[in-house]
């Protein structure tokens, strides 16, 4: 298997699942998910066993990993030689222990994300809602300078939700995180519209184009690093598959542009790239390794065999395109052909006509040869076989009146 096939491109991993905020634009309908499950360490051991299969590994994508009540054992599990694949999302609301800080700053982990949207308290409370400004605070103030006094500490990067209500405070949130929080990365971005979000909310929180390109303009020169991420754009893949109407199509063009894994805090594992309902729970297997190593070979397959479809597809329609234009050139021949039979045919018939007359020419010839009374000749050819041959030849007539001394 090449190298970039050994992997699963993507990982969604969750070590709990639920969170201790209602942020009002969050991704999660939370009138669809109940209770928490924080994952287990048998659980999370064989989950670790899939670390050789995955190209980074997430402590919290959907829900909130410091929620979790034995959060440093779990990080302590990790295996030395992966923690460089890990990462995860904190809004970093919930009192952390000193162990916690200490674990963390220890981890050897690839990178962290805070979510902050602002550092005005009372803004920061409207959007992350459940959650207190000062205790953010403190976790921020305490990790970030355990994190300075340690040179081998992971890296913070954060994560703004642009809004109405932050839009003129980002310059200067940007550069606060820079110069005083340790920021390697401000990611900024729009809030995805899902469906369960209150319309009233988005309304009231929603930014134009036009307000988002002033920002940038203003961030344009900034020294410091920020990014923007829009979560709710469609990749051209998407574009092209939507667009595809007919059923059978969609069937042979399914090819996920990548393979991913989504993990819960219970041990279910589903397959994202799958278009059907594909969830195994980890904890019924032995060897939960080779299980999604033959799952990645299988669908390398499945994608190069699809590959391969889809380029005969080219060359077949390559093919129809010459048959298109020999069948052209034939018709154009079969036209030519027809009218050169044609002209062929009026061809014969004027030579046929001309056979006939010259039948007659010779036979008057030789008639006239064998008499000797040439005008008896004349008389009978006038009368006779020669009427005919006079009336298509009047030259013909002064021919033979001249030859044989006939004066009418
Ligand atoms: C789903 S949260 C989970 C981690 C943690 N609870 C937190 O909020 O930091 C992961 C990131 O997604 C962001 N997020 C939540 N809802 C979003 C949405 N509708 N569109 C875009 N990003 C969203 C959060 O602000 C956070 O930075
Ligand atoms: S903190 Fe994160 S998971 Fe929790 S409600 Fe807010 S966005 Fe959602």
Same mark, same amino acid.
């Given at each position: 298997?090449?190298d970039?096939?050994?992997?699963?491109?993507l990982?969604?991993f969750d070590i709990?699942g !639920?969170? !201790?905020?209602?942020?009002p634009?969050?991704?999660?309908d939370w009138?669809?998910i109940? #209770?928490?499950?924080?994952?287990?360490?048998k659980t999370f051991?064989?989950i +670790?066993t899939?670390?050789?299969l995955?190209n980074?590994?997430y402590l919290?994508?959907?829900?909130e990993?410091t929620?979790?009540p034995?959060f440093v054992?779990?990080i302590k599990?990790?295996?030395d030689?992966?923690?460089?694949?890990?990462?995860f999302? $904190?809004?970093l609301?919930?009192?952390?222990?000193?162990?916690?800080i200490e #674990?963390?700053?220890n981890?050897?982990?690839n990178y962290i994300?805070?979510?902050l =949207?602002s550092?005005n308290?009372?803004v920061f409370?409207?959007?992350?809602?459940?959650?207190?400004?000062?205790v953010f605070? =403190?976790?921020l103030?305490?990790?970030?300078e355990?994190?300075?006094?340690n040179p !081998?500490?992971?890296?913070?990067?954060?994560?703004?939700?642009?809004?109405r209500?932050?839009v003129?405070e980002?310059?200067k949130?940007?550069?606060?995180c820079?110069?005083?929080?340790l920021?390697t990365?401000?990611?900024?971005?729009?809030?995805?519209p899902?469906?369960h979000i209150?319309?009233?909310?988005i309304?009231d929180?929603?930014?134009?184009?036009?307000?988002r390109n $002033?920002?940038?303009?203003t +961030?344009y020169?900034?020294?410091h690093k920020?990014?923007?991420v829009?979560?709710?754009?469609? $990749?051209e893949?998407?574009?092209f598959?939507d667009?595809l109407e =007919?059923?059978k199509?969609k069937k042979i063009?399914?090819l996920p542009p990548f393979?991913?894994?989504?993990?819960?805090?219970?041990g279910?594992v589903?397959?994202?790239h799958?278009g059907?309902?594909s969830?195994?729970?980890?904890?019924?297997?032995?060897?939960?390794?080779s299980?999604?190593?033959?799952?990645?070979?299988l669908?390398?397959l499945?994608?190069?065999?699809?590959g391969?479809?889809?380029n005969?597809?080219n060359?077949?329609?390559?093919? !129809?395109?010459a048959?298109?234009e020999?069948? =052209?050139s034939?018709?154009?021949?079969t036209?030519e052909?027809?009218a050169?039979t044609?002209e062929?045919?009026?061809?014969t018939?004027?030579?046929?006509g001309?056979?006939d007359?010259?039948?007659m020419?010779?036979?008057t010839?030789?008639?006239?040869?064998l008499?000797?009374?040439?005008?008896?000749?004349w008389?009978?050819i006038?009368?006779?076989?020669?009427k005919?041959l006079f009336?298509?030849?009047?030259?013909?007539?002064n021919?033979?009146k001249?030859?044989l001394?006939i004066?009418k």
């Open positions: 298997m090449p970039n096939q050994d992997k699963y491109d990982s969604f709990t !639920n969170c !201790n905020l209602r942020c634009f969050c991704i999660n009138s669809t109940h #209770g928490n499950v924080p994952v287990s360490e051991g064989k +670790l899939l670390l050789p995955l980074s590994f919290s994508c959907y829900f990993p929620i979790h034995d054992s779990i599990m990790i295996p030689e992966h923690r460089k694949k890990v990462l999302t $904190t809004n609301s919930k009192k952390l222990s000193d162990d916690v #674990g963390l700053s981890s050897g982990f994300n805070i979510s =949207d550092l308290p009372q409370e409207s959007l992350r809602r459940g959650a207190r400004f000062d605070y =403190d976790n103030r305490c990790l970030t355990a994190f300075s006094a !081998n500490a992971p890296p913070l990067r954060y994560i703004t939700i642009l809004n209500h932050n003129d980002i310059p949130l940007i550069e606060d820079a110069v005083n929080y920021s990365m401000n990611e900024l971005r729009i809030f995805v899902m469906p209150g319309k009233d909310w309304k929180n929603e930014i134009t184009e036009d307000r $002033t920002l940038w303009e +961030l020169e900034f020294p920020w990014m923007y829009d979560y709710g754009k469609k $990749t893949y998407d574009e598959f667009s =007919d059923p199509k063009y399914f393979t991913g894994l989504r993990i819960s805090s219970e279910i589903e397959l994202t799958m059907i309902e969830k195994y729970d980890i904890n019924k297997m032995d060897d939960p390794y299980v999604f190593k033959e799952i990645l070979s669908h390398h499945d994608v190069e065999r699809a391969e479809i889809k005969l597809h060359v077949i329609s390559d093919k !129809n395109a048959i298109r020999r069948d =052209d034939i018709c154009n021949l036209n052909r027809n050169l044609e062929k045919h009026m061809l018939d004027e030579k046929d001309l056979t007359e010259l039948g020419i010779k036979a010839y030789s008639y006239m040869l008499q000797k009374d040439m005008a008896g000749v008389r009978k006038r009368h006779s076989a020669g005919l009336k298509n030849n009047p030259e013909l007539k021919r033979i001249n030859t001394r004066g």
